[in-house]
């Protein structure tokens, strides 16, 4: 039986920049001087320049002029009527801050305090089209080279017919919630001491309802109620839309497989271990707990 879900809204005080960009697959005819933002990546580091000691994203044409090798590029749409484009580039990553010419390869993980939204997501959006770009080169069916649509965000197979949408692997992350304390496990994947929320992939003809009570019960063995949608964040790493839940511990004790979680407990908000940052909506999880409970 499914939890009744009821939706929240998040509490986030982040300006909504989304209203401000329009998504397109072809670009709109413009004169030559016209304004472009460029996403350049090179192994999923962001090109950004540095002026007056700040950093800043390149227009396309100063991208295309800086001799970069140019894989390939994309068109994402417009902000405030400034054309936005991604584009993959080649060549080593030697993880400079500071290269020549005061250009630098950043990671998406530090942006923050670097670039502002809505620039931020954006690059978030510009990785994941870029990537999913690359990926789909060829059809996946019966592998000749496809074509980009230019009436949605799509490609054909001009053989078989295919067409190939951008992924986007929906996984869900769950705050539960045991009277005054909440649930933290640790992956030993995260860096050390860190700990987090419960979180997984929905499975093909699963419900995220289905999938929340799912892996909360495969990761650490007990069951849940009272699921409730939280909010929701693109993920682009690679390529998940991250859904979020608060739910009450229902019945069980703590059982973990040593594998995907080597380590669980409750915690009351006093007892808060390293956590995710705000960034993250497991951070704003956490948050919303913490808050709850002060
Ligand atoms: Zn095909």
Request: negative net charge.
């Amino acid at each position: 039986m499914c939890p009744n879900i009821s939706s929240q809204a998040m509490s986030s005080e982040d300006k909504d920049w989304s209203s401000e960009f329009f998504p397109l697959v072809s670009p709109p005819r413009k004169d030559e001087n016209y304004g472009t933002y460029c996403f350049a990546f090179r192994d999923r580091k962001l090109l950004l320049l540095k002026d007056m000691g700040n950093f800043r994203l390149p227009s396309l044409e100063e991208a295309e002029n800086m001799g970069l090798d140019i894989l390939r590029k994309q068109y994402l749409g417009e902000l405030r009527d400034i054309s936005c484009f991604s584009m993959e580039l080649d060549g080593p990553d030697d993880g400079n801050m500071d290269g020549q010419d005061g250009s630098s390869f950043v990671g998406l993980r530090e942006l923050s305090g670097i670039l502002d939204d809505p620039f931020i997501s954006l690059a978030g959006k510009a990785v994941h089209i870029m990537e999913w770009d690359r990926n789909t080169l060829f059809c996946g069916r019966c592998g000749a080279s496809t074509e980009l649509k230019d009436n949605e965000r799509a490609k054909g197979c001009p053989e078989c017919g295919f067409t190939a949408f951008p992924k986007i692997s929906p996984a869900i992350i769950v705050l539960i919630e045991k009277e005054d304390r909440l649930l933290l496990a640790r992956s030993p994947h995260f860096p050390a001491g860190r700990y987090s929320i419960i979180a997984g992939f929905v499975e093909p003809g699963e419900s995220i309802e289905q999938a929340v009570v799912r892996e909360v019960m495969e990761e650490v063995g007990i069951s849940v109620r009272n699921v409730r949608y939280f909010g929701s964040q693109p993920w682009p790493y690679p390529d998940s839309l991250m859904l979020g839940f608060t739910a009450e511990h229902s019945e069980g004790e703590i059982r973990i497989d040593g594998v995907e979680i080597e380590d669980a407990g409750w915690y009351t908000k006093d007892e808060i271990p390293n956590i995710p940052g705000t960034e993250s909506i497991s951070g704003q999880l956490i948050h919303h707990f913490i808050n709850k409970h002060s």
